[in-house]
């Protein structure tokens, strides 16, 4: 029997393979790493225990984190001596085409949502397992609840973020499942995506806000590509007079991401 011939787009790849291990930026790598313990870490961090966390010595690192911070990436909290992320790659990454226009076109629907319903609204994307809250409408009434413009959550514990996750592609859901921080274990995560697939089912989510008992969050998706892109969601405040039901609000709320998701298709034929 003949020996079976190598081929030679397997020795092209793995020579290309060997070209990637070899181009090296020792740097950069140092650098990134410091922004991505930072993004995961819930207090500052000093410089010892970036270095501890990343095995390395504070001198290699010292140099790196002082330019870092001049460049806006990283900030030093005075009161605990550590560095924390700021929100400068969040604001970067709104200035991605895609990304600014959806929010411009977004807001004049949101300020028509909250005059029509007297409740505020807030746009959430998805960021690295969390849902961050990238743009706001208030409301004029005298009393309302609003969510502040950066607020991140865990995408399992918001409307917003079950929004996301319920009308993405499965393998997207897999993806961010490996980001969730903490972990869910198997029986939440079951549970979590039963409750992702109910959401799919009815296109909207109505559930009592994990932070305040009188409010209840209503939040549906808008989408691009047959994917959530964003989703936009009202924080219902329970009034003794309410001017609408939740089940007002939440048709109001569709209607809403419906006309700004049609305005994106038309905008993205356009590009």
């Not at 897999?174 to 903490?182: I, K, Q, S, V, Y």
């Not at 305040?212 to 964003?230: C, E, F, L, N, W």
């Amino acid at each position: 029997m003949d020996e079976q011939a190598s081929d030679p787009t397997n020795d092209l790849a793995d020579d290309q393979d060997g070209e990637d291990r070899r181009y090296k930026a020792p740097a950069l790598e140092k650098g990134l790493d410091i922004l991505e313990l930072l993004a995961d870490a819930t207090d500052p961090l000093p410089l010892a225990a970036i270095a501890d966390q990343l095995d390395r010595s504070r001198g290699e690192l010292h140099r790196m984190v002082q330019v870092l911070q001049f460049r806006g990436y990283i900030d030093h909290d005075v009161g605990s001596e550590g560095y924390r992320l700021t929100d400068r790659l969040f604001a970067l990454g709104m200035r991605q085409p895609r990304t600014r226009n959806l929010v411009e076109l977004a807001l004049p629907v949101m300020r028509q949502l909250v005059q029509d319903s007297g409740e505020s609204c807030h746009l959430a994307f998805h960021s690295r397992g969390e849902m961050v809250v990238v743009a706001r409408v208030e409301s004029g009434e005298q009393v309302g609840f609003s969510v502040r413009v950066g607020y991140r959550r865990p995408i399992p514990s918001t409307a917003s973020g079950v929004v996301l996750y319920a009308f993405q592609a499965e393998e997207v859901r897999r993806r961010w499942e490996g980001l969730f921080a903490p972990k869910l274990g198997k029986d939440a995560l079951a549970a979590f995506r039963t409750r992702a697939d109910a959401v799919r089912a009815h296109q909207v989510e109505l559930t009592q806000s994990p932070l305040v008992s009188s409010v209840t969050d209503i939040s549906a998706p808008i989408m691009r590509g047959g994917a959530a892109a964003a989703a936009l969601t009202v924080p219902y405040l329970e009034r003794r007079e309410p001017v609408h039901s939740a089940e007002n609000v939440a048709l109001m709320l569709v209607a809403a991401t419906t006309t700004i998701a049609a305005q994106l298709v038309q905008s993205d034929e356009r590009l």
